[in-house]
């Protein structure tokens, strides 16, 4: 991905209010090489953040991102739509975004990384590796990766 300074960034999600606050992460120490997208979750937890390079228009864009946790008493194993990271019960939450003019009619929703950090799992940089590893090469599963994400966000008219 191409570095973004925090003005882009803040940029990037447009019409936000003053009533709201956005939280964007200290950018000092991000490994931009390593990224397909900028995805952080808010310290509250119910936020998520999603900042990428359009490929329609090449501008970046932002979108917020509601989440919520998955849950249940039974350990299980979760996969991430995105990355298909598997992960161990808690890996994976619920984020779900409306689509853009519907004023929340219309929510779409994807069971992604907890932690929106897709592209550092898929370069296995974070975390130990998955127990059920792929055999795609890297480039494959990055393109997969944004495929998938694309698709999601065409969906919420959100690209």
Known sequence: MQAATRDEIEA????????????????DEIDWDARDFLGWVHPGGHLGYLVHWSPVDGELKGTVLRRS??????PHVEMCA??????????????????????????FGNVVCADLACSLRIRNLIGAPPWASETMYLPARIWRMQRKMHKWLRKADRL
Do not use: N, Q
């Not at 946790?69 to 039974?74: F, Q, S, V």
């Not at 298909?84 to 929510?107: C, E, Q």
């Open 12 to 27: 990037a999600f447009g019409g936000w209010t003053d009533k709201e606050e956005l939280f964007v992460p200290t950018l």
């Open 82 to 107: 995105w990355c298909h990271h598997v992960h161990y019960s808690g890996g994976t939450a619920m984020f779900s975004v409306s689509l853009k003019g519907s004023h929340g009619r219309h929510i």
């Open 69 to 74: 946790r998955r849950g249940g008493k039974k």
